[in-house]
C-alpha cells in the first residue's frame, strides 16, 4: 500500500522559512515523478512544484520561483520543499503527490497518490 506522509509545516512570519518533509512507502518511488501542490480555502488545488525521478528536472508555479526549492532523496524515499520568503499568500495545505507518468507534470488529475497535507500559515 502506498503511503505518503507530509511534515513540516506550521506556523510562520512573512518573510521567514519553513521546510516540508513527505516520506513516502509502499513502492519504489526513485523511478517516479514526484511533487507538491497545494489547497487555500475556497479555493482550487494548485500545483507548486514537481521533480523527475532522478532530481534532474524540476518545474515550479511562477509565484514561488527563486523562493521554493524542491528536493528529493531518493535512497531515502524522500521528497522535500525548501520554502523560504515566505508570504501571507502562501498559507494553504500542502500535499505532497506522486505520478507514475515519466514526465513532470502540473495538473492534479495526472497524479496518483496523495498524502493528507501539512498545514503552512503565515502571518503578516
Known amino acids: 500500500q502506498v503511503q505518503l506522509v507530509e511534515s513540516g509545516g506550521g506556523l510562520v512570519q512573512a518573510g521567514g522559512s519553513l521546510r516540508l518533509s513527505c516520506a513516502a512507502s509502499?513502492?519504489?518511488?526513485?523511478?517516479?515523478?514526484m511533487g507538491w501542490f497545494r489547497q487555500a480555502p475556497g479555493k482550487e488545488r494548485e500545483f507548486v512544484a514537481a521533480?523527475?525521478?532522478?532530481?534532474?528536472?524540476?518545474r515550479y508555479t511562477d509565484s514561488v520561483k527563486g523562493r521554493f526549492t524542491i528536493s528529493r532523496d531518493n535512497a531515502k524515499n524522500t521528497l522535500y520543499l525548501q520554502m523560504n520568503s515566505l508570504k501571507p499568500e502562501d498559507t494553504a495545505l500542502y500535499y505532497c503527490?506522486?505520478?507514475?507518468?515519466?514526465?513532470?507534470?502540473?495538473?492534479?488529475?495526472?497524479?496518483?497518490?496523495w498524502g493528507q497535507g501539512t498545514q503552512v500559515t503565515v502571518s503578516s
Open positions: 509502499g513502492r519504489t518511488f526513485s523511478r517516479y515523478t
Open positions: 503527490t506522486v505520478t507514475r507518468a515519466a514526465w513532470v507534470l502540473t495538473t492534479a488529475s495526472t497524479y496518483d497518490y
Open positions: 521533480i523527475g525521478y532522478n532530481g534532474g528536472s524540476t
